[in-house]
């Protein structure tokens, strides 16, 4: 007996001692996943990407040239990181064109391996949306072209190789792409880019000595989470305002963070612009949320020499283990907006900015679903040479999106706008009925989309459905879809073209 009480005594301390290793190593990961820069001292004036000098061809084109290629930034004092960019070391230029023109962007590409430009949130032929089968060899070019026939928007550009998105993204390739049009420059809005219209491109960050650190948290299934945050690629960024009104063109370009934007001091703002375009009218707000892709312009009143920091705010992201360790309990102080003592008199915001070009899904000619899992979107991981989904020139379908796992989702689709119809069975709030091209939708839930397709059709070339946060998008939560004619079947996709040497 004496000797099975031993027994049982270092049994018992052995599986203490493993209870409370285990128990000490989850409470390290609780305590390590929340994440907070609130306080930051802002130390450095915010860069304004350059607006793109287009040529222009007899024609009337106008065209661009994007190089992607690899370079050095110092955003810390004394410490050089290696970068990818578009015409520089870092992001790349913002390219700015109105409703009704011709473009063409000349693209190289001067890296060392395969890339793609893809022209997220625009309408254009299949051919030219730069998704992974448009890919870009070293040392090869690409020229797409197309008419951009779609209103004002803050739209942006940037990689799409399959299986390789969120390291392409990460190091530095992304940029803005601006549409304007005859209607909202009759707009009394701000407008004047870089003075009272930012663009405000914010990715998440971590260092690793001088250089990224790329690598994913433990338990962080969303994919990368940073521990500081950039705008335009500056850190502890500020920007000297004169005006009363300033508009925040807002991009979340990190890969797998979500934002909840306001303010320090809880003012509200107006929500004038989703994805792709104008709302119908401003909405007032003091929090909106960003998932990965997602754009939106808000107009922020200023007081002369006060001081304001856009900060993203703690947020639910499902459940407790979700929130907590895909970054829903985080807080960063992202930009400063420092107000001169003398501000500029900016005119009152219009009452209705305009009723956004949507489908209302009236007239819908069917309805397909799609269960989204990490493992792929209705059970079926992305293939290349397999298309998932045909759908017909110019009708409308409903399209409901179901978040089967639980874990942080959204969804975007190449070519179009959409309009939201339902969030889990109920009418979408106010700042989700303006045009979009990516939505979240949170674990458990359905949200159900009104998309048309206004073509042109081609039925070899496949548009892209999938996932924004560009781990879950690479390890396979994607699918494809062509848009033929009346009567017109699917064809053979091709396999991906790699532009080179022309």
């Not at 320090?264 to 612009?273: E, G, K, V």
């Not at 874990?407 to 109920?426: A, I, K, S, T, Y």
Request: with cysteine; charged share 25%; glycine share 10%.
């Amino acid at each position: 007996m004496s000797r099975l009480r031993r027994v049982i005594v270092i049994l018992t301390a052995v599986a203490v001692a493993a209870v409370m290793a285990v128990g000490g190593g989850f409470f390290r990961l609780y305590s390590d996943a929340e994440v907070s820069t609130v306080g930051t001292s802002f130390s450095r004036e915010m860069a304004v990407p350059p607006l793109a000098k287009p040529a222009v061809a007899r024609d009337g084109t106008k065209v661009f040239d994007l190089t992607m290629q690899a370079g050095q930034k110092e955003f810390r004092a004394g410490q050089q990181t290696p970068t990818w960019g578009f015409n520089g070391d870092f992001l790349g230029p913002t390219l700015r064109a109105s409703r009704g023109d011709k473009v063409e962007v000349r693209i190289r590409n001067a890296l060392g391996e395969t890339s793609t430009v893809h022209w997220h949130g625009m309408h254009l032929p299949a051919a030219m949306d730069g998704g992974p089968h448009q890919t870009v060899a070293p040392g090869g070019s690409w020229s797409p072209h197309w008419t951009v026939d779609q209103p004002a928007a803050t739209l942006w550009y940037h990689p799409h190789p399959h299986g390789r998105t969120e390291q392409h993204v990460r190091r530095g390739l992304a940029g803005m792409f601006l549409l304007d049009d005859e209607r909202a420059a009759k707009l009394p809005l701000p407008k004047n880019y870089g003075v009272d219209d930012l663009p405000v491109v914010v990715q998440d960050v971590r260092f690793d000595g001088a250089e990224f650190d790329h690598g994913h948290k433990m338990m962080a299934g969303s994919g990368f989470l940073g521990d500081r945050t950039m705008v335009n690629g500056t850190l502890e960024p500020y920007k000297e305002v004169s005006d009363e009104l300033i508009r925040l063109r807002l991009l979340n370009a990190s890969t797998a963070r979500f934002y909840h934007f306001g303010f320090a001091d809880d003012r509200r703002f107006s929500l004038i612009a989703s994805d792709g375009g104008l709302l119908p009218q401003a909405v007032p707000m003091d929090r909106i949320r960003l998932s990965p892709g997602e754009r939106a312009e808000m107009v922020v009143r200023m007081q002369p020499g006060e001081r304001v920091v856009l900060r993203s705010h703690p947020q639910s992201l499902g459940d407790f283990w979700q929130t907590r360790f895909n970054g829903g309990d985080d807080s960063f102080d992202v930009l400063e907006l420092r107000a001169a003592k003398t501000l500029r008199p900016s005119p009152e915001l219009p009452g209705a900015l305009g009723e956004p070009e949507l489908p209302d899904g009236e007239d819908s000619v069917r309805t397909r679903f799609f269960g989204l899992q990490r493992s792929g979107i209705n059970g079926r991981p992305m293939s290349m040479d397999r298309i998932d989904e045909t759908v017909t020139r110019g009708t409308t379908e409903t399209w409901v999106l179901r978040n089967d796992d639980g874990m942080p989702h959204n969804f975007h689709v190449h070519d179009v706008q959409f309009r939201v119809l339902e969030v889990d069975g109920r009418q979408p709030p106010p700042h989700l009925r303006g045009p979009k091209d990516t939505v979240f939708v949170p674990g458990n839930r359905s949200v159900k989309i009104a998309v048309r397709f206004t073509g042109p059709a081609d039925p070899d070339t496949p548009y892209m459905y999938h996932c924004h946060l560009l781990y879950h998008e690479d390890e396979g939560m994607m699918g494809q879809f062509v848009v033929v004619e009346q009567g017109q079947r699917a064809g053979e996709v091709r396999a991906p073209h790699s532009h080179a040497g022309h």
